[in-house]
Nanobody
Framework: QVQLEESGGGLVQPGGSLRLSCKAS????????RAWYRKVPGKSRELIAT?????TGRFTVSRNNAKNEIYLQMNSLIPEDTGVYYC???????????WGQGIQVTVSS
């Protein structure tokens, strides 16, 4: 079993920053933490950035393999960034994919 747990979400004012973390645990020897997605109200879940294309505008993905963690740095947040953010991992050499439970980010004054 593979578990992904996000943390670091919450309420932030417009213009602020947040850093999300996602820790992998369980049977993770052949797992790659690879991306962050989000689901904002009224839209389907969308890809934000990946470890091989880590910068998308105001968002930056980074990874610490020694800690089995992946991060999402979010800057200059706007209300439209409000939504649920998910980390994603994939098994090397196979189709299995894993998701965190999601963490709420709310951008509001």
């Amino acid at each position: 079993q593979v578990q992904l747990e996000e943390s670091g979400g919450g309420l932030v004012q417009p213009g602020g920053s947040l850093r999300l973390s996602c820790k992998a645990s369980g049977s993770i020897a052949d797992i790659d933490l690879r991306a962050w997605y989000r689901k904002v109200p009224g839209k389907s879940r969308e890809l934000i950035a990946t470890t091989w294309n880590p910068v998308t505008g105001r968002f930056t993905v980074s990874r610490n393999n020694a800690k089995n963690e992946i991060y999402l740095q979010m800057n200059s947040l706007i209300p439209e960034d409000t939504g649920v953010y998910y980390c994603n991992a994939k098994k090397r050499g196979g189709p299995d994919e894993y998701w965190g439970q999601g963490i709420q980010v709310t951008v509001s004054s």
